[in-house]
């Protein structure tokens, strides 16, 4: 479920809004942002924004320890999908318990509605996607319920 898209080595899949607890998000409420980011170029790739014109601010997460307790990281480094065997690069795989969370929206927004949210990556560029809101009687999954395998390397460089 969500959007998908693609810009330069990076594909996003299921970009999608977590639903609202209620029938939509109200003004000044936060929401949160799953998506997938894959990167089929042959070295690393940062993350280092998701904003939306919608929301005062973005925020990139990360479970490091695959416990449900996200923190805000500056960046997030995507390793390749498939890396060459004799380097490991630093950064976290595709299937990692990452998301984003856009702080403060500015306006009401529906579920079932879409919201424009940019990626920005330090080689690949930026993107903008028209992320669904999901309904409001949709699962809400915990950040520990992405998690593939424990902890990675660092998510951001310094």
């Known amino acids: 479920m969500g959007a998908n898209a693609r810009i330069g ?8 809004i977590e639903a609202p607890s209620d029938v939509r998000y109200r003004a000044g409420a936060d929401a949160r942002v799953w998506f997938t980011a894959l990167n089929e170029g042959p070295s690393s790739d940062v993350l280092r924004s998701v904003t939306s ?3 005062r601010a973005g925020q990139i997460r990360w479970d490091s320890n695959c ?3 996200a923190t805000v990281v500056p960046a997030l480094v995507l390793r390749p999908v498939k890396p060459n065997l004799a380097e490991s690069p630093p950064g976290v795989p595709p299937f990692d318990a990452y998301h984003a969370r856009l702080v403060e929206l500015n306006r009401a927004v529906p579920a079932g509605t879409t919201v424009p949210v940019t990626f920005t990556f330090d080689h690949a560029g ?6 669904l809101v999901q309904p409001s009687n949709a699962v809400r ?5 992405r998690c593939h395998g424990g902890a990675s390397a660092a998510p951001s460089p310094s």
């Open 67 to 69: 416990d449900g307790s």
């Open 126 to 131: 930026s993107v903008t996607v028209d992320a």
């Open 53 to 55: 014109p919608y929301a």
């Open 9 to 16: 080595s990076i594909l996003l899949r299921s970009v999608h």
């Open 141 to 145: 999954p915990e950040p520990s319920n």
